[in-house]
């Protein structure tokens, strides 16, 4: 990958409709070179995909939390993978240094839906306890996939 396939997944990051025409006049190419560019990324998987991101608010999603999980004794990032997978309302988790083994994104309808996710996390096996934030606004949201 050189500065030219850079310059292109930069511009398609902001704008993945953008035509090649449009990419090849910014990057110094023609057309059917960012084309055969943007096929091969494809080919070779540095692009995995083209998608829109739609604001979960439209689809009524307006409570936002983040989520501490702690575990009794060490549990497996597979059985962390394996509890949360199970709760539509996480968007988003990972493992973590410091106390918690785990943060949650998750994203509801309302408070009681929240809630009632939160219940399915908590009831699992090797769950402890969850130590919540609920979003009052968000300031920033950048994506860097």
Same mark, same amino acid.
């Given at each position: 990958?050189?500065?030219?396939?850079?310059?292109?997944?930069?511009?398609?990051?902001?704008?993945?409709?953008?035509?090649?025409?449009?990419?090849?006049?910014?990057?110094?190419?023609?057309?059917?070179?960012?084309?055969?560019?943007?096929? @091969?990324?494809?080919?070779?998987?540095?692009?995995?995909?083209?998608?829109?991101?739609?604001?979960?608010?439209?689809?009524?999603?307006?409570?936002?939390?983040?989520?501490?999980?702690?575990?009794?004794?060490?549990?497996?990032?597979?059985?962390?993978?394996?509890?949360?997978?199970?709760?539509?309302?996480?968007?988003?988790?990972?493992?973590?240094?410091?106390?918690?083994?785990?943060?949650?994104?998750? @994203?509801? @309808?309302?408070?009681?839906?929240?809630?009632?996710?939160?219940?399915?996390?908590?009831?699992?096996?090797?769950?402890?306890?969850?130590?919540?934030?609920?979003?009052?606004?968000?300031?920033?949201?950048?994506?860097?996939?």
């Amino acid at each position: 990958m050189d500065n030219l396939d850079r310059g292109i997944i930069d511009l398609l990051r902001q704008n993945a409709r953008a035509s090649y025409g449009d990419i090849g006049g910014v990057v110094g190419l023609s057309a059917s070179a960012v084309k055969r560019r943007v096929d @091969r990324l494809v080919g070779d998987g540095v692009i995995r995909g083209f998608t829109i991101q739609v604001d979960p608010t439209v689809d009524g999603y307006n409570t936002e939390a983040y989520v501490e999980l702690f575990c009794r004794g060490t549990v497996a990032p597979d059985e962390l993978l394996r509890i949360l997978s199970g709760v539509p309302e996480v968007v988003d988790a990972g493992t973590v240094t410091g106390s918690a083994d785990a943060i949650v994104h998750m @994203r509801a @309808r309302s408070i009681p839906a929240l809630e009632d996710a939160l219940e399915k996390v908590r009831i699992a096996p090797n769950v402890d306890h969850t130590r919540s934030a609920i979003v009052l606004s968000r300031l920033i949201h950048r994506t860097h996939d």
